[in-house]
């Protein structure tokens, strides 16, 4: 995140007390500059798509209500990038003790240690300043993650160098009360062992920690969210009754509702190595579709928009690939580059128990249907008889992934309407060789689908006739 001011020039408890400095609560600080945004119209949540009318509100009123907030949903929909935009909802810049290991706010002390210093040094105590950015910590549940690692445990080195065990200064502090007055992000919280959600209890409940005999009362100021697969409660684990009830609020996320906020988070998302026409993007993203919807494969699991914008980027990388090999070939991806996509993209979706062996059969039936609809939808109207006619029996057009865009117009049969040709490209839009053949081909594999035309497909080419 960019740092938009810099830090306060202010050194010392005296300097901040002067400059009317007020202490705030993580929850109300969350919860003022939200209200404010909104009253201000402004959107916080940024780059998230398809959750607008759904998951947001959820999502705002939890926060308004100072809840610890879990998000369950499938693979891919979008939990962790929205639990990272809670940053923006903080202070740029909090102010902390210098050297506090809990990033303890001047105000409010929490070990002795910093009870102690504030006695002696007073208003000259001095303070340093930590940006928004460093007040959220992610920490993905692992099964191997200790109590030692979320709260802390007593350090065998500081008990050597002296002090007496029961000293509370003998304690390593974990991750939970290092991130006091900040926010604390478990993704995949089902993976946690049992043990170890325990825990976290008296995190969530008293907002105090508790390390193996010792009594200390640290009130952290920490919010807990947190991230899992509903699914994850029955196959890798499960989240105990007494941590849910903790979460005051639990919100279902979901895929895109429209295929727009498909689209959008594809190009969001994907690095591309090439353009890729948006045409080209909604096969994909009705392909993705398809799969979510289909009987075939394993739904529980999910088809992750990660499916999507890993196609998007090897669609690209095919262009570029070609681009390269064919000097003055335009890097502009096009519907031949669609199956080389797929043919690495099955191992991302997990197939019903009794379709073993027709994987291939069912990603290339659901990407002809998807192609299908992508056609239908940007050349209705459009008469392409001409097109059809220009097929005498023996003519045959050749593409793939190794003919240049160039090679293949000039290739192109004259048409008794001259002008089909350009109110194909005209519906694809952009301009150029590149997109005018990705116009010309889907006109062609659409004729293939509606069984006008023939097609011929093997070692990267493909034959229409």
């Keep these: 995140m960019t740092r938009v001011n810099a830090q306060p020039d202010i050194r010392t408890l005296g300097d901040l007390r002067a400059s009317g400095h007020e202490l705030k609560s993580l929850r109300r600080e969350i919860r003022d500059n939200l209200l404010a945004a909104l009253a201000a119209g402004e959107n916080p949540w940024q780059g998230l798509h398809g959750f607008e009318r759904t998951v947001i509100p959820q999502f705002e009123r939890a926060l308004i209500a100072g809840h610890d907030v879990a998000l369950l949903g499938e693979r891919g929909q979008g939990k962790t990038r929205l ?267 997990e197939f019903e128990s009794g379709e073993e062996g027709r994987e291939d059969d069912i990603l290339e039936h659901l990407l002809r249907t998807a192609t299908a609809q992508t056609v239908r939808e940007h050349f209705r109207g459009l008469d392409l008889s001409p097109l059809v006619a220009a097929f005498d029996g023996q003519r045959t057009i050749t593409t793939g992934e190794r003919v240049g865009a160039q090679e293949f117009l000039d290739a192109l049969p004259a048409l008794e309407d001259s002008e089909l040709y350009d109110r194909l490209a005209e519906r694809v839009g952009g301009e150029g060789p590149g997109y005018r053949a990705t116009a010309v081909e889907l006109a062609l594999e659409g004729l293939f689908l509606t069984r006008k035309l023939s097609k011929e497909s093997g070692d990267g080419e493909t034959v229409y006739g």
């Excluded at 300043?129 to 007040?135: A, I, Q, S």
């Design 83 to 349: 639990l990272r935009t809670l940053p923006r909802l903080l202070d740029e810049w909090t102010p902390v003790i210098a050297g506090s290991e809990l990033n303890e706010h001047p105000y409010e002390p929490l070990t002795a240690e910093s009870t102690a210093r504030i006695a002696a040094e007073g208003d000259d105590l001095p303070i340093t300043w930590r940006h928004r950015d460093e007040r959220y910590v992610e920490k993905l549940s692992t099964p191997d993650t200790s109590v030692a690692d979320l709260i802390g445990d007593v350090d065998p080195m500081r008990v050597a160098e002296g002090r007496r065990l029961g000293d509370p200064e003998t304690i390593h502090y974990g991750l939970i009360p290092r991130a006091n007055r900040g926010i604390v992000a478990l993704n995949e919280l089902p993976d946690l062992a049992e043990r170890i959600q325990v825990a976290l209890l008296n995190v969530m409940e008293e907002r105090d920690i508790q390390i193996r005999g010792y009594v200390l009362r640290l009130p952290l100021d920490v919010m807990v969210v947190a991230s899992a697969n509903p699914e994850d409660y029955t196959n890798r684990g499960r989240i105990i009754t007494p941590l849910k009830d903790r979460f005051g609020a639990e919100i279902r996320t979901h895929y895109p509702l429209e295929l727009e906020d498909e689209m959008a988070v594809i190009r969001q998302e994907a690095e591309l190595t090439a353009e890729v026409p948006n045409i080209i993007l909604e096969i994909l993203a009705r392909f993705t579709r398809q799969l979510r919807e289909s009987n075939a494969v394993n739904q529980s699991s999910g088809v992750s928009a990660r499916f999507a914008i890993a196609g998007a980027e090897t669609v690209a990388a095919a262009a570029r690939h070609r681009a390269t090999v064919r000097p003055g070939d335009p890097a502009v991806a096009r519907l031949v580059d669609v199956d080389t996509a797929v043919a690495v993209l099955g191992g991302k979706v």
